[in-house]
């Protein structure tokens, strides 16, 4: 079946600009995820969606990242006013949803390689 | 909180030879312990997990590996590598009630014809 689709896979932005990144998780995923990958590191988590309730946004490094997912399935996530470190990959991944206390695997998309200049 | 290592940035190994990617974890509660793999220019794709159960886990290509909870370690092994094992390595973990994964930062293999 169709795997986690995220667009576009390349953006290049100026410095100040404000983008929008989408994610179309795997059909019947409840939960979303959003991990910022900058170079040479391991993804980092930003935020998690159950439905179209936010349920975790810790990871979100600053009030300029604002993520949604109005209606439980298409997620975006938005970034305002583009600064040079917010050059990464922006990873989204999906999971069935969690079965009491345990966790299930987390599927994930090809990402969204940002780079502001 | 929660972490991982990853103590090899790089393991070289010969095609035929068997491989050992580390990784040691800390976390609060039971652990909940992946291993994905990242193509180049490409997301992470699942290899396998440990959630409960037999300490030996199997997975995609030929992948297993062992949760050891005295030493807190999940290495990753193959038996028998192929070049196109070639590739880099994450180990995640999560637990404590939380969903979100904390990864390692990534060891790169590199399996030599």
């Known amino acids: 079946g169709a795997g986690v689709s995220q667009s576009p896979r390349y953006k290049v932005a100026k410095r100040g600009q404000d983008v929008a990144l989408r994610c179309d998780p795997i059909s019947g995923h409840v939960s979303l995820f959003w991990y910022q990958q900058a170079l040479g590191q391991g993804p980092e988590f930003l935020t998690y969606f159950q439905n179209e309730a936010q349920l975790d946004k810790s990871g979100l490094p600053s009030d300029r990242f604002f993520a949604e997912r109005p209606e439980g399935s298409v997620s975006t996530l938005k970034i305002q006013r583009t600064q040079q470190e917010d050059s990464a990959v922006y990873l989204c991944?999906?999971?069935?949803?969690?079965?009491?206390?345990?966790?299930?695997?987390?599927?994930f998309g090809p990402g969204t390689r940002l780079t502001v200049l | 909180a929660q972490s991982v290592a990853q103590p090899e940035d790089q393991v070289n190994v010969a095609e035929g030879n068997p491989l050992t990617v580390k990784c040691t974890y800390s976390?609060?509660?039971?652990?909940?312990l992946f291993w994905y793999v990242q193509y180049p220019n490409r997301g992470l794709q699942f290899l396998l997990k440990?959630?409960?159960?037999?300490?030996l886990v199997k997975g995609s290509y030929g992948f297993e590996a062992e949760f050891n909870k005295s030493q807190t370690s999940f290495h990753l092994k193959k038996p028998s590598a192929l070049v196109s094992d070639s590739a880099l390595y994450f180990c995640a973990v999560t637990g404590g009630g939380f969903q979100k994964l904390v990864f390692g930062t990534g060891t790169r293999l590199l399996v030599s014809p």
């Open positions: 991944a999906s999971s069935p949803p969690p079965q009491g206390f345990t966790v299930d695997t987390q599927y």
């Open positions: 976390v609060s509660g039971n652990p909940y």
């Open positions: 440990y959630i409960t159960g037999d300490n």
